[in-house]
């Protein structure tokens, strides 16, 4: 079948983020290991049906911080490093790193980041986020033409705005779910 081509280059492939990709979570374990909870031991190897076909997983129990059960992680087959998910690429499990994924609020964000500097660009304003504007045209045509590219900056700057907020409430999360854990505290039994 062959289409008419518009523009130029390949056409973009998806880009595969943490959203899209399936994964199995060390908490999603419970039910589907065989092995009671409390009688891990330290380390153990799971077996893991991937597509069919078993995979050998290690999942390490971590009893420093936490009382009961400890919390517990999967070794990534690939780096070994400690994770809460692994991720299935390729038919097989890795963490998200050795998966090559990131998270969808990144792309986004650079999108965002570009359309706003392409918007400052067209107003001959600087390009910084938030930066004070060139004055208003007093010509009709570039008046009108000042006032659309003003109004699309503005909502621009507002979704970034909105997102780095988000970041931000994440961060602070994240700093004091981290302090309740070094506390010892059974309180922070979170696994994100
Ligand atoms: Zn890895």
Redesign the pocket.
């Known amino acids: 079948m062959s289409l008419p081509i518009f523009g130029k280059g390949r056409p973009r492939k998806p880009r595969r983020t943490v959203e899209t990709t399936p994964r199995i979570g060390v908490g999603d374990l419970q039910g589907a290991a065989t092995a009671p909870l409390s009688s891990f031991a330290r380390e153990a190897t799971i077996s893991i049906l991937v597509n069919g076909k078993p995979e050998a997983i290690d999942v390490m129990c971590d009893l420093r911080n936490y009382g009961g059960d400890g919390q517990r992680y999967f070794l990534?087959?690939?780096?070994?490093?400690k994770?809460f998910h692994l991720y299935l690429r390729d038919e097989r499990l890795?963490?998200?790193?050795?998966?090559g994924l990131t998270y969808r609020s990144q792309h986004t964000k650079r999108r965002g980041l570009h359309r706003v500097r392409d918007l400052r660009r067209k107003l001959g304003a600087s390009e910084e986020l938030l930066a004070p504007l060139p004055p208003r045209p007093r010509q009709h045509m570039a008046a009108a033409k000042y006032d659309r590219l003003v109004a699309q900056l503005v909502v621009a700057e507002a979704v970034i705005a909105a997102q780095l907020r988000d970041t931000v409430v994440r961060v602070r999360r994240r700093l004091k779910h981290d302090r309740y854990r070094d506390q010892d505290s059974n309180r922070a039994r979170t696994a994100g």
């Open positions: 990534c087959p690939t780096c070994s490093r994770v890795a963490c998200r790193r050795c998966a």
